[in-house]
């Protein structure tokens, strides 16, 4: 398990497969409202608040699952005062404890077509560099199809005609979600992204990302 803080109020969390393996949960269970589930939010509060000081007493929580196809998830919370967080769509699942009432917004690594946003073009350097050292990952064996865009100061890598069936999808999948954040693609998102945002990389993204970075 990895915890990071983002911002005062953000951090993220990565489960990678041995995690998954030895917590035994999934995506699906992790949707659901049971006992195992606050449990292991609780055991994820604990470790975040002794090692980074982010303390959830008296907060509500906002948690954005994603997962992959393999259940590799990573989790980016965010806290709110209580009068803060009021919006409560069709789609949106509580959890509640003691100490926190959740909702969980998930988004399933399950299409051809997914969107990263960086915080900055270190963050994806930092990507294109960890994939380098996965000497048997060819991205390209993924994804023929890789742009990146800058718009509002936040750069986008949009990726689409993925190989689900790639056998390395994984270990992409949860090195990205280290560098960058990803993102439910949606044609209008990405229509404003290609009208308003400038071209950083028009095609091969990570290849050349790989070729300037590393």
């Known amino acids: 398990m990895k915890i990071e803080k983002l911002t005062e109020n953000k951090i993220r969390v990565i489960l990678n497969i041995e ?8 995506f699906n269970s992790i949707l659901n409202k049971t006992t195992i589930n606050q449990k292991l939010f609780l055991e994820i509060l604990d470790k975040a608040e002794k090692k980074l000081n982010f303390n959830t007493d008296g907060c509500k929580l906002l948690i954005e699952l994603f997962s992959s196809i393999d259940d590799v998830l990573v989790f980016t919370i965010t806290k709110y005062e209580p009068e803060m967080l009021q919006d409560k769509t069709s789609n949106t699942k ?15 690594y399950s299409n051809k077509h997914i969107i990263y946003s960086f915080n900055s073009m270190e963050d994806f350097g930092q990507l294109c560099s ?30 689409k005609n993925i190989n689900t069936q790639y056998k390395y999808i994984n270990q992409f999948y949860s090195i990205a ?19 308003y ?13 790989i070729k300037y970075f590393v």
């Open 19 to 26: 995690d998954v393996d030895t917590t035994d949960i999934n």
């Open 94 to 108: 509580y959890i509640k404890t003691k100490r926190v009432t959740a909702r969980i917004k998930a988004i399933n």
């Open 130 to 159: 960890h994939l380098t050292a996965l000497k048997y990952f060819k991205f390209a064996n993924l994804s023929k199809n890789a742009s990146l865009f800058l718009y509002n100061g936040t750069y986008y890598l949009i990726i």
């Open 177 to 195: 979600s280290e560098f960058g954040k990803p993102l439910s693609p949606s044609k209008g998102f990405e229509g404003k992204l290609i009208e």
């Open 197 to 209: 945002g400038k071209v950083i990389i028009k095609r091969n993204a990570i290849d050349i990302g």
